[in-house]
């Protein structure tokens, strides 16, 4: 075997490959700025105080989260008639992620990420943009009704809440209406 075969540079996607490698040193130095500005000793101090169990339970939930969002952005695009496989799904829930995090807005984020899908798997620009649409749509609903879950088994639980969601509703009310 090859080593432009074993390393990719010989392939279709060879300037990915070169562009891996960029976005690996960009990825070092936000660390390494992150880790300038906060001092190791206090990193080094708050990993020290953590327990194993719930930050494992943390862990845990964060990847759950990373998966059921893919699973819901591959139902998305598979709506799109796009059938790509669940990790190229997973790839593109990680870019939109960390675009979200890097650009102002979450709807620029997403029509970044819509154009990384569709350059990078060769699929239609507006079916991927749409699928992206659809995927920000049942994400809104499934906060609403987290929401309204949350609400109900704390007004359950207390009454004396519903005193104070009133009021934490009619409060913004004013402003917006």
């Known amino acids: 075997m090859r080593l432009a075969e074993i390393t990719g540079f010989g392939s279709r996607l060879a300037p990915f490959a070169r562009h891996r490698w960029v976005a690996v040193g960009v990825s070092a130095s936000i660390l390494a700025l992150i880790f300038w500005r906060i001092h ?3 990193i080094l101090q708050a990993l020290a105080g953590a327990r194993a169990l719930p930050a494992s339970a943390a862990l845990l939930c964060v990847l759950s989260a ?5 699973v819901r952005w591959q139902w998305m695009l598979r709506s799109q008639g796009v059938n790509d496989g669940f990790f190229s799904a997973w790839r593109g829930v990680l870019v939109g992620n960390a675009l979200n995090a890097a650009m ?10 819509s154009a990384w899908y569709a350059r990078r798997h060769r699929h239609p620009f507006p079916d991927i943009l749409l699928a992206c649409g659809l995927d920000r749509v049942c ?4 906060v609403i009704l987290y929401a309204l879950a ?5 007004i359950r639980a207390r009454p004396e809440f519903w ?6 509703l009619a409060l913004p009310s004013f402003f917006f209406f």
């Open 40 to 42: 190791p000793e206090r």
């Open 150 to 154: 949350t609400i109900a088994v704390a």
């Open 66 to 70: 990373g998966v059921l969002l893919a």
């Open 163 to 168: 005193d104070h969601l009133q009021f934490n």
């Open 139 to 142: 994400g809104g609903v499934g």
């Open 104 to 113: 102002l807005g979450a709807a620029l984020s997403d029509v970044a990420k």
